[in-house]
T-cell receptor, first 114, second 112 residues
Framework: GAVVSQHPSWVICKSGTSVKIECRSLDFQATTMFWYRQFPKQSLMLMATSNEGSKATYEQGVEKDKFLINHASLTLSTLTVTSAHPEDSSFYIC??????????FGPGTRLTVT | GQQLNQSPQSMFIQEGEDVSMNCTSSSIFNTWLWYKQEPGEGPVLLIALYKAGELTSNGRLTAQFGITRKDSFLNISASIPSDVGIYFCAAHGSSNTGKLIFGQGTTLQVKP
């Protein structure tokens, strides 16, 4: 139980284009979903908290116009990286919370912007 | 802000050895979680702790929620090569947002 999927698992895009990453909770309804970014050999950095039907709450320093988050249902959240640049290249991971305590993570999406 | 100090940063051990890692903080937390992350994958939840003093096992893994609520440790007994990965502690902060604070991670390498 508590399976979270992400799609795509990796993506390469050209600078200036937008990329959408999907996060789905497959066997439970998530009250909250979270988006993280991880650089090599570093810990996870929270980008935003997303609740179904409401606007996402972004962490300090994260540009909300650049990283658009839509939480359309209790099982789906999307992150769109708009006008991507090489510095946006990273490993993006989502998580979903059932009870508000435990977070279950997706497998991550490797974004490379050329 | 709230921070978790995780140690050691890395460990290189022989197969069969026991492993211990811990997380400490100057802040009090209500929930401690331990995750394992393998290269190119998302973290996988290993153990969740909800009460101060709680000791919980998951196979060869044992974790404890410190009595002061400011620390937690994870032990792995009789390590095997597939234990290789990065182990993260995480804890719920004082807000009710559900946000987790993560430690810096402990990289474990096991020599067969």
């Amino acid at each position: 139980g508590a399976v979270v999927s992400q799609h795509p698992s990796w993506v390469i895009c050209k600078s200036g284009t937008s990329v959408k990453i999907e996060c789905r909770s497959l066997d439970f309804q998530a009250t909250t979903m979270f988006w993280y970014r991880q650089f090599p050999k570093q810990s996870l950095m929270l980008m935003a908290t997303s609740n179904e039907g409401s606007k996402a709450t972004y962490e300090q320093g994260v540009e909300k116009d650049k990283f658009l988050i839509n939480h359309a249902s209790l099982t789906l959240s999307t992150l769109t990286v708009t006008s991507a640049h090489p510095e946006d290249s990273s490993f993006y991971i989502c998580s979903a919370s059932l009870s508000g305590y435990e977070q279950y993570f997706g497998p991550g999406t490797r974004l490379t912007v050329t | 802000g709230q921070q978790l100090n995780q140690s050691p940063q890395s460990m290189f051990i022989q197969e069969g050895e026991d492993v211990s890692m811990n997380c400490t903080s100057s802040s009090i937390f209500n929930t401690w979680l331990w995750y394992k992350q393998e290269p190119g994958e998302g973290p996988v939840l290993l153990i969740a702790l909800y009460k101060a003093g709680e000791l919980t096992s998951n196979g060869r893994l044992t974790a404890q929620f410190g009595i002061t609520r400011k620390d937690s440790f994870l032990n792995i007994s009789a390590s095997i090569p597939s234990d290789v990965g990065i182990y993260f502690c995480a804890a719920h902060g004082s807000s009710n947002t559900g946000k987790l604070i993560f430690g810096q991670g402990t990289t474990l390498q096991v020599k067969p």
